[in-house]
């Protein structure tokens, strides 16, 4: 399942379905809806709950650091490294914050 975010102010924002709603339910909405809108007056609020979250997924990466005998998994690194919640998130957060500048909502599913 892809879920398509639009706005007027940016370009659309396509996602696959588990990382979508985990991103739509940050953002407050019912990740179980298909459909759905963030008002220009959600924005502001949808932002700050996105940023946090990036923040918190950022930290959560940086982790421990790593003994020096321990060797990081050669497997696990470059284009075969996991992409995170927060490279994810970026394209949404742009896309919000540029339809906060521009006073226009986003929606998915329409």
Do not use: C, H, Y
Not at 7 to 32: C, H, N, R, T
Not at 57 to 64: F, L, R, S, T
């Amino acid at each position: 399942m892809l879920l398509t975010f639009k706005s007027a102010a940016d370009a659309d924002v396509i996602m696959f379905g588990d990382v979508a709603k985990k991103l739509v339910e940050i953002l407050g909405k019912d990740p179980q809806d298909g459909k759905g809108i963030i008002t220009v007056e959600q924005l502001p609020g949808a932002i700050a709950r996105l940023r946090a979250a990036i923040e918190a997924d950022k930290a959560g990466q940086a982790g421990p650091a790593q003994d020096d005998d321990e060797e990081e998994d050669p497997e696990r690194r470059g284009m075969a490294a996991p992409v995170n919640l927060a490279q994810r998130a970026w394209p949404l957060l742009t896309m919000l914050e540029l339809s906060q500048k521009e006073g226009v909502p986003v929606t998915w599913g329409v």
